[in-house]
């Protein structure tokens, strides 16, 4: 199954301390749970949804779970020589990320 990129951006996105968004494996829609106690909002029939299919759901994370500047070390740790070494030197080097 094809999982549109823009609707896990967008569960990304929205997802928060009140909020905690999951992907559907089988429809590739995102759901999410709400903090009951701060959003009123009942969770329960969704709850049970998860916990009798876990397989079928996978939590996403917050935009304050993904960190840039790790991913793009991760990125130029797999690469060799001078590109890595230019990359490296981009991302490290001071005013890197200043316009």
Do not use: Q
């Not at 969770?43 to 299919?53: A, K, R, S, T």
Request: hydrophobic content about 40%.
């Amino acid at each position: 199954m094809k999982i549109k990129l823009d609707v896990i951006l967008d569960a990304i996105e929205m997802a928060d301390d009140n909020y905690t968004y999951l992907l559907d494996l089988e429809t590739g829609e995102s759901v999410f749970l709400a903090d009951e106690l701060i959003t009123g909002l009942d969770n329960e029939g969704l709850e049970d949804e998860i916990n009798e299919n876990p397989e079928r759901y996978l939590r996403l994370p917050t935009k304050f779970e993904i960190h840039e500047y790790h991913i793009m070390e991760e990125f130029i740790w797999t690469l060799n020589g001078e590109r890595a070494d230019k990359l490296e030197c981009a991302i490290r080097g001071r005013g890197a990320f200043e316009d």
